[in-house]
């Protein structure tokens, strides 16, 4: 009987150091804009959409304790009625770790403003990857895998792949059931998909392979190479920006990055900040005045 209990808790402690789920997710239910009502059902929404991002498993591959992927996921409840239809918005950040180092590299900021579902208190959290079941899943399991898409290509090229898949099933199966699948729309959850699966766009996915893998991670290792590989990235970027301009996901990666930018370049040599300057302002005309500092 001992020797059952002593395997037992090696095989629970093997499955919980190597087996554990992907996410490590700050989630947070805002309801300042509904003052005066039972808060209640928030307060276990939050508990339970913090449950179901951390504690399910999204991909087959293993994950440690420290690889876990860091993410926020901020539940704006705009108005709610009293039978639980809720109008909310959600705002999503993702980030990755930096190969060798403490820091943690932001790759994708959005605000989704077209979150409408309805909740009671204690709804199961109802999940199925191949099929409809319940609208506010059906959103965060898209979101889910469309972290994992992008972690992944930052890791190897086009490593996403089935992760940006997985979210076209989620798409046509949940495009009828609520609000920020259309097409017709600008800036949704459909074009997010459509950017990262459309092959004409690959430069923007070759930007998050080149930048993060060959540039960032090598910071530790050789730092001048490192910077000539984000500088060719942009500057491959750049190119696909002037032949087709205005993409979403093109637009979100200065969202996210446009403070990282300055600060990867405000050590390197004049002749790189300058390149560097020159690039940026192009690309991200609005934050100009941010890149200038490289050259001041």
């Known amino acids: 009987m001992k020797q059952l209990l002593i395997c037992i808790l090696i095989l629970s402690g093997f499955i919980n150091t190597c087996f554990p789920q992907e996410f490590k997710a700050r989630v947070t239910v805002n309801t300042q804009k509904i003052p005066g009502t039972d808060k209640t059902p928030f307060t276990t929404l939050e508990q339970e959409l913090t ?4 504690e399910r498993k999204w991909s087959n591959h293993n994950f440690k304790n420290e690889e876990k992927i860091e993410c926020n996921v901020n539940l704006v409840i705009e108005s709610a009625t009293q039978d639980g239809k809720c109008f909310a918005k959600l705002m999503l950040q993702l980030s990755r770790p930096v190969y060798n180092s403490s820091y943690s590299s932001s790759i994708f900021a959005f605000q989704d403003n077209d979150v409408n579902f309805i909740y009671t208190l204690n709804q199961p959290f109802e999940y199925d990857n191949n099929s ?7 959103i965060i399991g898209f979101y889910m895998n469309f972290f994992l898409g992008l972690e992944f290509d930052t890791f190897s090229s086009q490593g996403g792949n089935s992760y940006f898949s997985q979210c076209q099933t989620i798409l046509n199966y949940a495009q009828s059931q609520g609000t920020g699948w259309d097409p017709k729309e600008k800036r949704n959850r459909y074009w ?10 690959n430069a923007i996915r070759s930007f998050y392979y080149t930048y993060h893998r060959l540039g960032l991670d090598l910071m530790h290792k050789d730092i001048d190479q490192a910077l000539n590989n984000i500088l060719k990235a942009m500057e491959e970027l750049n190119e696909f920006n002037k032949a087709k301009y205005g993409i979403l996901m093109y637009t979100l990666i200065f969202t996210a990055k446009s403070d990282e930018f300055v600060n990867v370049f405000s050590g390197a040599s004049e002749e790189k900040r300058n390149r560097a300057y020159e690039l940026l302002k192009q690309m991200d005309p609005l934050n100009e005045s941010k890149y200038a500092k490289l050259v001041k």
């Open 51 to 54: 449950t179901f991002i951390n």
């Open 132 to 138: 409809f079941q319940w609208t506010l899943t059906s």
């Open 192 to 201: 997010l998909l459509e950017n990262m699966s459309n092959p004409s766009y």
